[in-house]
């Protein structure tokens, strides 16, 4: 187990938020740094609780290369900021990182329903996520937030994909994971190429257009009758606690 240090305070002014997402984008990695076997792959998702209101996070880990689900975990609290757009992850990384921190097993390899470096200034959800674990992560979004392709040039076949640029430079791909469905548009989250960053995604993919650890986040995060279960009392105590056990991150 590792301790995570703050990388900064969440409470900032649209303004100190934009600054800070330009410092932290030129620390983004943006090759392989991955373990030489990746055996856990974590997916995250954010939806809003229609019954209370409240953010409600979602976290799985799922063995990998075989995709078994090991762990989910739900993770809600109130919404800390109004929706900016470009400074998402000020609004749900706090919520994201309280679900991630339920998994007992620290995952090898995050994919982040949201933009990596497919963003204004090079710091989508999941490059943000990525710094503050110090963990490799992808960003798998479902529309375009920055960038533009090629549409007649991506092929309708499981696997085609063409690169997304802004002003030349390449900031992610769009990638086709299910034949003649939308194309995934996929980005370097932190410490992962782009090039390595399809092929997980890829082969995470079983048939729809999500990759396996996105889709099953996603839908547990809308799934608002899902509990944390409720776990054994410890000693001495009279009563079970809900969802008590240790940090992953301490």
Not at 56 to 72: D, K, M, N, T
Not at 185 to 192: D, E, M
Request: hydrophobic share 40%; charged share 25%; net charge negative.
């Amino acid at each position: 187990m590792r301790a995570v240090r703050p990388l900064h305070e969440w409470n900032l002014p649209p303004e100190q938020a934009v600054a800070l997402q330009k410092e932290l984008a030129s620390r983004v990695i943006r090759e392989d740094r991955l373990p030489p076997q990746v055996q856990h792959i974590a997916g995250v998702d954010l939806a809003i609780n229609e019954n209370n209101g409240l953010a409600r996070a979602a976290a799985v880990l799922l063995s990998y290369p075989s995709l078994q689900l090991e762990e989910q975990h739900v993770y809600e609290e109130p919404v800390r900021m109004e929706y900016i757009p470009g400074l998402l992850s000020f609004r749900e990384l706090p919520c994201v990182l309280g679900a991630l921190n339920l998994l007992r097993q620290e995952p090898d390899l995050i994919m982040v329903d949201g933009q990596g470096i497919a963003h204004p200034r090079r710091l989508g959800i999941a490059s943000h996520l990525g710094l503050w674990l110090d963990l490799p992560t992808i960003g798998c979004a479902k529309s375009v937030l920055r960038g533009h392709y090629n549409e007649q040039e991506l092929g309708e076949t499981v696997g085609s994909w063409v690169p997304l640029l802004d002003h030349g430079e390449i900031i992610g791909a769009a990638v086709r994971t299910r034949e003649h469905v939308k194309p995934m548009i996929i980005s370097i989250g932190h410490r992962i190429s782009l090039e390595t960053s399809i092929r997980y995604v890829l082969s995470c993919c079983r048939g729809y257009r999500l990759p396996e650890p996105t889709r099953l986040a996603d839908r547990l995060s809308k799934n608002n009758a899902y509990r944390e279960p409720v776990s054994r009392p410890k000693e001495g105590q009279d009563t079970p606690n809900e969802a008590v056990q240790d940090s992953l991150w301490q």
